[in-house]
């Protein structure tokens, strides 16, 4: 009697079986009318197998296809149906038997990826905006009833592709039929999806055109008289005081001029807010007047070029450069390399700082200001140090004068690395009055005792300028100055003052707070600076930016409507973007990148047209471009086009609702294609398609979708 063999031997021999089977029938060799009765015998047996393996196969897959009809009826949002959807999918695509024509089973295999790949995308897309948005996307009747017509069709493809006629070869204009039908429906399906998810984002982007009566009452007509306010700055810093940190002062000048000196590099670090850039800030201006060969880098997480080390070297040879013609004749010669941009930061450092400098034998003076700014996540922060303090030794007439926060790996680069001196404000300083002095100059027609009162609570704060700086701006602004004082005393923190100075600013009903945070949303999504006139033109109600910016002088710095917008300090974003700090005054960066993509593609569709767009005349008139065809887009747009034009990939790349920018963006790369198809253009055009071809890798939108590319 032969031994049993379990179910499981049975299914691994008759799955080897047919796989057999099915390759020795695939081969035209022995399928070439010549079979010899072995061979018929073998046919026989092979086409058991095969009935027999997909018949197994497809008892398995169905069940999917009933996990796809009970999602679809039990879904409340589109989180299972489209999971039930990819499997169904999935399931399809498995299944296609070899028996199918090849060019109909390379079509349908292709199409099946493609759908799986998009929904998939889909689904990591939407699960990105339900992080942001606190809620997921609702199962309407709209995307339910696409969804269900292709689920339908799928279903159908399935049950024809598993019949046995098509093995006929009979029916292939007919699968070719429901495939094109499948495809049509997939691209309604995810048209209504863009849709819903535009609605979506828009309904929240539409608020900002909303501007609340009581909110426009609070901030307006302040321009007139910012422009006088002592706290007011185009730039972002000011000098000292006159008699604060005299010490600190003379201590740098001092080892500036000693020339017997070893420390060719001093560094300043001390905590956020003490005033060090301020301190660079008056040195500079000082060094300037004497005549000294200087450059100055600030580093600041406002932009990405100022937060890498990209531009670092370029930006201080062309400083020196510019007081010294020998230093630019080097420099100039050394950037003429067509691979210089290529070159490493080290290679750039030596070839148009170093050798420069070498060459001229002069005492010079580099600033670096905010090294804690400086972006370490990618190493840039440890590779400039570690570039500089490779070559101090080889210019020693240059002094390097530094300062940020006391950062664990910059103290420790500082203490360890011969040739610098690392210190802080107490140090050079000890306890001094110099914030005393600072309240007392800015509250000088107030009464001594409310100005005691002030410093009794500044001093709580250990000294820190800027948070005396803010908490006078505040007292000046309130007209309950002993409740302000009350508030300001409760906790002597950054994030305390940044509360108290939104919750002052911004008037309490929930409309308003809703706009001011998306205000800020937008003002810290910018790849760059703007003013009040460019972020306007790229918002749906220009008038809300100016006076949610007007409301918050007090924490944002700006001299004018065309003086661009800068937080008053790093500590500003490191609060607003976190949840835990700043609380319902959080600023999710993902919608204000999609403000501003939004933005910035109907800038540059508008500005396609013309001048007889809607864009704002004032704006061209004050540019003198209103006169000006908008062809010369490149040497005369104005810079919020400028800026919508470098700038929109990088906004739906970080945007959230990616989804509902599609419909936006392929509109706007048909006419953006056909409106730069001019050689005069040809710079921008290049820039446009590489964008394009980005959004394509990122599967933010697909070349068949546009007809321009297609």
């Known amino acids: 009697m032969p031994p049993k063999r379990n179910q499981k031997s049975n299914r691994i021999e008759e799955d080897e079986q047919a796989s057999d089977a099915s390759a020795w029938l695939s081969s035209p060799s022995n399928l070439d009318g010549h079979a010899t009765s072995e061979h018929s015998s073998v046919i026989g047996t092979a086409s058991r197998?095969?009935?027999?393996?997909?018949?197994?196969?497809?008892?398995?897959?169905?069940?999917?296809?009933?996990?796809?009809?009970?999602?679809?009826?039990?879904?409340?949002?589109?989180?299972?149906?489209?999971?039930?959807?990819?499997?169904?999918?999935?399931?399809?695509?498995?299944?296609?038997?070899?028996?199918?024509?090849?060019?109909?089973?390379?079509?349908?295999?292709k199409m099946l990826k493609f759908h799986i790949a998009t929904v998939e995308n889909q689904q990591v897309k939407l699960d990105e905006d339900q992080e942001i948005e606190?809620?997921?996307?609702?199962?309407?009747?709209a995307i339910k009833e696409s969804l269900e017509s292709y689920a339908s069709k799928l279903k159908e493809i399935y049950n024809f592709v598993k019949s046995e006629e098509i093995g006929t070869g009979h029916n292939s204009g007919a699968l070719g039929e429901r495939l094109q039908d499948l495809d049509n429906l997939f691209l309604e399906y995810t048209r209504v999806l863009h849709l819903l998810v535009a609605?979506?984002?828009?309904?929240?982007?539409?608020?900002?055109?909303q501007a609340s009566p009581v909110f426009m009452s609070n901030a307006t007509s302040n321009h007139s008289s910012r422009a006088e306010d002592i706290n007011v700055y185009g730039v972002q810093h000011r000098q000292c005081l006159p008699g604060t940190r005299i010490k600190t002062l003379d201590a740098i000048r001092h080892w500036e001029k000693d020339e017997n000196s070893t420390d060719q590099m001093f560094c300043l670090l001390d905590f956020a807010g003490s005033g060090k850039s301020t301190v660079s800030k008056h040195m500079d201006l000082e060094w300037e007047e004497e005549n000294k060969l200087m450059a100055r880098f600030f580093f600041s997480r406002d932009t990405a070029e100022t937060m890498s080390t990209k531009q670092f070297c370029s930006t201080v040879a062309n400083?020196?450069?510019?007081?010294?013609?020998?230093?630019?004749?080097?420099?100039?010669?050394?950037?003429?390399?067509?691979?210089?941009?290529?070159?490493?930061?080290?290679?750039?450092?030596?070839?148009?700082?170093?050798?420069?400098l070498k060459a001229l034998d002069r005492r010079a003076i580099l600033i670096i200001d905010a090294l804690d700014e400086c972006d370490n996540e990618r190493g840039h922060r440890d590779m400039l140090l570690e570039v500089i303090s490779n070559h101090l030794s080889a210019i020693p007439h240059l002094r390097v004068f530094v300062t940020g926060r006391p950062e664990l790996d910059i103290k420790q680069w500082a203490i360890t690395t011969d040739g610098v001196r690392c210190t802080n404000f107490f140090k050079l300083e000890g306890n001094n009055d110099d914030v005393e002095r600072y309240i007392k100059q800015r509250l000088r027609n107030w009464p001594s005792s409310l100005q005691e009162q002030v410093y009794d609570i500044v001093k709580r704060a250990e000294g820190v300028f800027i948070w005396a700086r803010i908490a006078c701006d505040l007292l000046c602004k309130t007209k309950d100055v002993q409740a302000m004082l009350a508030s300001l005393s409760e906790e002597v923190t950054f994030d305390h003052l940044y509360t108290i100075a939104l919750e002052q600013s911004i008037p309490k009903d929930k409309h308003s707070r809703r706009v001011a945070v998306m205000v800020l949303e937008m003002i810290l999504a910018l790849r760059?600076?703007?003013?009040?006139?460019?972020?306007?033109?790229?918002?749906?109600?220009?008038?809300?930016?100016?006076?949610?910016?007007?409301?918050?002088?007090?924490?944002?710095l700006y001299k004018d409507r065309d003086d661009p917008i800068r937080l008053i300090h790093a500590t500003l974003r490191?609060?607003?973007?976190?949840?835990?700090?700043?609380?319902?005054?959080?600023?999710?960066?993902?919608?204000?990148?999609?403000?501003?993509?939004?933005?910035?593609?109907?800038?540059?569709?508008?500005?396609?047209?013309?001048?007889?767009?809607?864009?704002?005349?004032?704006?061209?008139?004050?540019?003198?471009?209103?006169?000006?065809?908008?062809?010369?887009?490149?040497?005369h747009l104005c810079s919020a086009i400028r800026y919508s034009w470098d700038s929109w990939i990088a906004h739906c790349g970080k945007s959230s609702c990616k989804l509902g920018l599609n419909e936006r963006i392929v509109g706007f790369i048909d006419t953006g294609y056909e409106y730069l198809l001019d050689d005069s253009l040809r710079a921008l055009s290049d820039q446009f398609i590489r964008n394009v071809v980005s959004l394509c890798r990122r599967n933010m939108v697909s070349f068949s979708e546009s007809p321009s590319l297609k």
Request: contains cysteine.
């Open 319 to 356: 400083a020196f450069a510019s007081q010294d013609e020998s230093f630019k004749t080097i420099t100039e010669k050394a950037k003429s390399r067509a691979d210089y941009n290529l070159l490493s930061l080290e290679q750039q450092f030596r070839r148009v700082i170093v050798d420069p």
């Open 574 to 635: 490191e609060y607003l973007t976190s949840v835990t700090k700043s609380g319902p005054w959080f600023v999710q960066l993902g919608r204000g990148h999609y403000f501003l993509a939004s933005g910035c593609i109907d800038l540059a569709t508008r500005a396609e047209q013309g001048p007889g767009s809607d864009i704002e005349e004032d704006t061209f008139e004050r540019k003198e471009l209103f006169d000006k065809m908008i062809r010369s887009i490149i040497d």
């Open 528 to 556: 760059r600076p703007l003013s009040i006139a460019e972020v306007a033109q790229l918002s749906p109600n220009p008038k809300a930016i100016e006076d949610v910016v007007n409301s918050l002088g007090s924490i944002l």
């Open 49 to 109: 197998f095969l009935r027999s393996f997909f018949r197994t196969k497809s008892a398995s897959q169905e069940h999917v296809f009933v996990a796809l009809d009970v999602a679809m009826v039990e879904g409340t949002d589109l989180s299972k149906p489209l999971k039930a959807t990819c499997n169904a999918l999935q399931s399809v695509l498995q299944m296609v038997p070899k028996y199918i024509k090849k060019k109909e089973r390379e079509r349908l295999a």
């Open 134 to 141: 606190g809620s997921a996307l609702l199962f309407d009747a």
């Open 199 to 209: 609605s979506r984002a828009e309904q929240t982007r539409s608020s900002l055109s």
